[in-house]
């Protein structure tokens, strides 16, 4: 079973430009979720989606921040503009239906903004 | 307000020894915590969960621990091994919470050979 992927694994952008992840869960999981892990820190839910609809993005900066999982299965997260402390790693992570309790997480996107 | 707290954030211990993770939470509506294990330039990995309604869960080498009147769990490792190695996350989630996950911020295990 192929597991949670992401791309681009790393991102170096100037603040004020924009930058779009993408992510494509586990074949089958209904439920799709972006982190924020900051240096030193636990990730952090920005979103989490249940199928093509927004569960929760009370954590999602939405001045800046949008996502999107246009047809149930894979999403993009987009950073608009990016702001030094967007610098951190962006995880994406999938849960089964029948286990929602245990998410899968993708390797992340390490973004840097100088 | 950390709802979950690691609040050692190194631990070395020698190969063959037992490591002893601990992580404390405040919120008595969590019913389900887990662990996850990360290498660098990877994403957390589950390692093993415990439900509220027991006390402790065995894996292999790796048992949990839950103190719901101290709202304490502890991850042990025994014996350990150099693949051991990682940060390790304590999580926690709450029934109707659309089981989302509340990191604690880590703890880096070092096993020495």
């Known amino acids: 079973e192929a597991g949670v992927a992401q791309s681009p694994r790393y991102k170096i952008i100037e603040k004020r430009q924009s930058v779009a992840f993408w992510c494509n869960p586990i074949?089958?999981?209904?439920?799709l979720y972006w982190y924020q892990q900051i240096l030193g820190q636990g990730p952090k839910l920005l979103i989490q989606f249940q199928n093509n609809g927004v569960v929760d993005d009370s954590q999602l900066p939405k001045d800046r921040f949008s996502a999107e999982r246009l047809k149930g299965v894979d999403s993009t997260l987009k950073i608009q503009p990016a702001k030094l402390e967007d610098s951190a790693v962006y995880l994406c992570?999938?849960?089964?239906?029948?286990?929602?309790?245990?998410?899968?997480f993708g390797p992340g996107t390490r973004l840097t903004v100088t | 307000d950390q709802q979950v707290k690691q609040n050692s954030p190194s631990l070395s211990v020698q190969e063959g020894r037992i490591s002893i993770l601990n992580c404390d939470y405040t919120?008595?509506?969590?019913?389900?915590f887990l662990w996850y294990k990360k290498y660098p330039a990877e994403g957390p990995t589950f390692l093993i969960s415990i439900s509220s309604i027991k006390d402790k869960n065995e894996d292999g080498r790796f048992t949990v621990f839950l103190n719901k009147s101290a709202k304490h769990l502890s991850l042990h490792i025994v014996p350990s091994q150099p693949g051991d190695s990682a940060v390790y996350f304590c999580?926690?989630?709450?029934?109707?919470?659309?089981?989302?996950?509340?990191f604690g911020s880590g703890t880096q295990l070092t096993v020495l050979p």
């Open positions: 074949s089958g999981h209904a439920t």
């Open positions: 999580a926690a989630s709450a029934y109707g919470s659309a089981r989302q996950l509340t």
């Open positions: 992570a999938s849960s089964s239906r029948t286990n929602p309790g245990e998410q899968y």
């Open positions: 919120n008595s509506m969590f019913d389900y």
